[in-house]
């Protein structure tokens, strides 16, 4: 605000009131108001407000206090008030930048600028203007596409509400089974601890129970003798040497035997692993399905044994052996992990280091895994049917195997039932290997079927179509959902979903791994590429206990891809 001069000053000077005197601006001065009267609609400085009361007593005059209401009075419309200056009027607009300003605004900001224009010389040409004109249509467009937004957003929220009391009570079952795993381990600890005091008590009351008929015997012994009877002395003299021997014997073992003791060994991972959460979320995983994977940390382990075949290798055009190497993945309860070799007709199990600690020669092994429940697998071999892995201590087995009545290439498994991929179909079985339909069918190409997936909910089929370059999804029921073709699908080979729906993808000939949306129709991000060192990826498999992406690669390789 500007100093209140006791002297006027003309109004062409360069001073800009907020508030100037009606009066002394209409004899050509300018002056700073200090009051407003709302009768009159007229501001005043402190001389000319003299003049006006003793004219207009009745008047109401506003002062410098009440500046808040001087606009309400001035007549100003909110829609006329300047936003940077809100006690002044917008009249001018800078056609330099676009913008409606006041006089404070011209003097302060656009005082170099070439095309400043008075709004009022400005109305008449607007009308005119086809922007004008269409602008109230315009208007309600944009409006209705806010108000179906809105709706969408208020629908979110209310559905967010009710995942919240699902999610609430999820968390809540899963303390539930957490505590009653607890409950039951320290039952079971107990139990074990009371079958060993019981135990301990047999054996100590046993060496008593010894002692204790020793000590009488030779009591009773002892009594005839130092009662020197004549008759019976000799008799209990033998005795007693007899049972003096005997309780020699007894307390040399006695003394070699230890005190027993019982010690509670607790088991250190339990108490680390608890140590190590922040929250529930790392037991049950509460993930937004629409979230956006990065890749944290990249490392490289290698598969390989001995008796091993010598790596791939292309040489000019010509490639020496088949690259394909590592073609299924899948991970065991207690961490350990499964991969088929497709050159070495291998299963190999790993441990959670990604060292190989045991293998299982499977001629004619095909392509694909998968996991079945505990420590079960099941693995294709072609017309040979479906091979059940069981993993006991580090040690792999073939515990039964089923037959079917076409090839077996892909192969996933949900809830009791299993699907088995032919390269051209789908079939659903039972898991005692009877056929309940044929799920999907495709002729187009050699093989249209590779290494398919079903999502965790079991609703989904993610089928990566290598020889069309395309992610195609269906339902159990074989109807196809959406069908996802990018730059990046090239040869899409593998996919695994994460168990709140997360999908990913690897693609061999663009040696790229991808995130997709849940229902398999745009991709959401490239996670890793070539630049990375990734080659001919196989297999993939998503890590539910680490948040890990585990990539078959070519050779021997296996990428471990942690996620953030």
Same mark, same amino acid.
């Given at each position: 605000?500007?100093?209140?001069?006791?002297?006027? %000053?003309? /109004?062409?000077?360069? #001073?800009?009131?907020?508030?100037?005197?009606?009066?002394?601006?209409?004899?050509?001065?300018?002056?700073?108001? *200090?009051?407003?009267?709302?009768?009159?609609?007229?501001?005043?400085?402190?001389?000319?407000?003299?003049?006006?009361?003793?004219?207009?007593?009745?008047?109401?005059?506003?002062?410098?206090?009440?500046?808040?209401?001087?606009?309400?009075?001035?007549?100003?419309?909110?829609?006329?008030?300047?936003?940077?200056?809100?006690?002044?009027?917008?009249?001018?607009?800078?056609?330099?930048?676009?913008?409606?300003?006041?006089?404070?605004?011209?003097?302060?900001?656009?005082?170099?600028?070439?095309?400043? !224009?008075?709004?009022?010389?400005?109305?008449?040409?607007?009308?005119?203007?086809?922007?004008?004109?269409?602008?109230?249509?315009?208007?309600?467009?944009?409006?209705?596409?806010?108000?179906?937004?809105?709706?969408?957003?208020?629908?979110?929220? *209310?559905?967010?509400?009710?995942?919240?009391?699902?999610?609430?009570?999820?968390?809540?079952?899963?303390?539930?089974? $957490?505590?009653?795993?607890?409950?039951?381990? *320290?039952?079971?600890?107990?139990?074990?601890?009371?079958?060993?005091?019981?135990?301990? &008590?047999?054996?100590?009351?046993?060496?008593?129970?010894?002692?204790?008929?020793?000590?009488?015997?030779?009591?009773?012994?002892?009594?005839?003798?130092?009662?020197?009877? &004549?008759?019976?002395?000799?008799?209990?003299?033998?005795?007693?040497?007899?049972?003096?021997? /005997?309780?020699?014997? =007894?307390?040399?073992?006695?003394?070699?035997?230890?005190?027993?003791?019982?010690?509670?060994?607790?088991?250190?991972?339990? /108490?680390?692993?608890?140590?190590?959460?922040?929250?529930? /979320?790392?037991?049950?995983?509460?993930?937004?399905?629409?979230?956006?994977?990065?890749?944290?940390?990249?490392?490289?382990?290698?598969?390989?044994?001995?008796?091993?075949?010598?790596?791939?290798?292309?040489?000019?055009?010509?490639?020496?052996?088949?690259?394909?190497?590592?073609?299924?993945?899948?991970? +065991?309860?207690?961490?350990?992990? #499964?991969?088929?070799?497709?050159?070495?007709?291998?299963?190999?199990?790993?441990?959670?280091?990604?060292?190989?600690?045991?293998?299982?020669? +499977?001629?004619?092994?095909?392509?694909?895994?998968?996991?079945?429940?505990?420590?079960?697998?099941?693995?294709?071999? @072609?017309?040979?049917?479906?091979?059940?892995?069981?993993?006991?201590?580090?040690?792999?087995?073939?515990?039964?195997?089923?037959?079917?009545?076409?090839?077996?290439?892909?192969?996933?498994?949900?809830?009791?039932? #299993?699907?088995?991929?032919?390269?051209?179909?789908?079939?659903?079985?039972?898991?005692?290997?009877?056929?309940?339909?044929?799920?999907?069918?495709?002729?187009?190409?050699? $093989?249209?079927?590779?290494?398919?997936? %079903?999502?965790? &909910?079991?609703?989904?089929?993610?089928?990566?179509?290598?020889?069309?370059?395309?992610?195609?999804?269906?339902?159990?029921?074989?109807?196809?959902?959406?069908? =996802?073709?990018?730059?990046? =699908? !090239?040869?899409?080979?593998?996919?695994?979903?994460?168990?709140?729906?997360?999908?990913? %993808?690897?693609?061999?000939?663009?040696?790229?791994?991808?995130?997709?949306?849940?229902?398999?129709?745009?991709?959401?991000?490239? =996670?890793?590429?070539?630049?990375?060192?990734?080659?001919?990826?196989?297999?993939?498999?998503?890590?539910?206990?680490?948040?890990?992406?585990?990539? @078959?690669? *070519? @050779?021997?390789?296996?990428?471990?891809?942690?996620?953030?």
């Amino acid at each position: 605000m500007a100093a209140n001069y006791s002297n006027s %000053v003309y /109004e062409t000077s360069d #001073l800009i009131h907020d508030f100037a005197c009606s009066p002394c601006k209409d004899d050509g001065l300018n002056n700073e108001a *200090e009051f407003f009267c709302d009768e009159c609609k007229k501001y005043y400085c402190n001389n000319c407000v003299n003049l006006h009361n003793k004219l207009f007593r009745t008047h109401t005059v506003l002062g410098r206090q009440d500046v808040s209401k001087w606009l309400g009075y001035a007549g100003l419309s909110p829609i006329e008030i300047c936003d940077k200056h809100g006690d002044k009027k917008l009249e001018l607009l800078c056609e330099d930048h676009d913008e409606l300003c006041c006089l404070i605004c011209v003097s302060l900001t656009h005082r170099m600028c070439q095309s400043i !224009k008075h709004i009022p010389d400005l109305v008449d040409g607007l009308k005119k203007q086809t922007d004008f004109i269409k602008l109230p249509a315009d208007v309600q467009k944009i409006n209705h596409r806010l108000q179906e937004i809105t709706k969408k957003r208020t629908h979110n929220k *209310e559905s967010l509400k009710v995942s919240g009391k699902k999610l609430l009570a999820e968390i809540q079952s899963l303390r539930n089974r $957490v505590n009653a795993k607890l409950d039951e381990l *320290e039952k079971k600890t107990n139990d074990i601890l009371q079958d060993q005091l019981h135990e301990a &008590d047999d054996f100590l009351q046993d060496d008593i129970d010894k002692c204790t008929n020793l000590t009488y015997k030779l009591k009773s012994y002892l009594e005839p003798i130092q009662s020197q009877q &004549d008759d019976n002395s000799y008799i209990a003299y033998k005795k007693c040497t007899d049972k003096m021997r /005997e309780a020699e014997n =007894l307390l040399k073992q006695l003394y070699a035997k230890p005190n027993k003791s019982l010690v509670f060994h607790e088991d250190p991972m339990i /108490e680390q692993f608890l140590s190590g959460l922040n929250t529930l /979320e790392t037991l049950g995983k509460i993930f937004d399905e629409n979230y956006v994977y990065k890749v944290k940390h990249r490392s490289q382990y290698t598969a390989k044994t001995q008796n091993d075949k010598r790596g791939s290798a292309i040489t000019g055009i010509f490639l020496k052996t088949d690259i394909r190497k590592i073609t299924g993945i899948c991970e +065991l309860p207690g961490g350990e992990i #499964l991969i088929t070799d497709y050159n070495n007709q291998k299963v190999k199990l790993l441990d959670s280091q990604y060292q190989v600690i045991d293998t299982y020669n +499977l001629p004619n092994l095909q392509s694909h895994m998968c996991h079945i429940a505990g420590n079960e697998t099941a693995v294709t071999l @072609g017309y040979n049917g479906v091979h059940f892995i069981t993993v006991t201590g580090s040690t792999l087995s073939v515990t039964r195997k089923l037959t079917f009545p076409h090839y077996c290439y892909g192969i996933s498994h949900h809830n009791g039932n #299993l699907y088995i991929g032919s390269s051209k179909a789908i079939y659903q079985y039972t898991m005692s290997g009877q056929l309940v339909k044929k799920v999907y069918e495709d002729n187009s190409a050699g $093989v249209t079927v590779g290494r398919f997936t %079903v999502s965790r &909910d079991g609703t989904i089929i993610y089928i990566p179509a290598s020889f069309h370059n395309k992610l195609i999804t269906i339902d159990t029921s074989g109807n196809i959902l959406s069908i =996802l073709k990018d730059p990046d =699908l !090239k040869s899409p080979t593998a996919v695994c979903v994460s168990d709140r729906g997360h999908v990913f %993808v690897c693609s061999s000939r663009s040696h790229i791994v991808t995130q997709v949306d849940k229902e398999g129709k745009h991709k959401i991000t490239t =996670l890793v590429t070539k630049v990375d060192g990734l080659c001919y990826p196989q297999a993939i498999w998503f890590s539910r206990q680490s948040c890990k992406l585990i990539v @078959g690669r *070519e @050779g021997d390789k296996i990428s471990v891809l942690e996620l953030e």
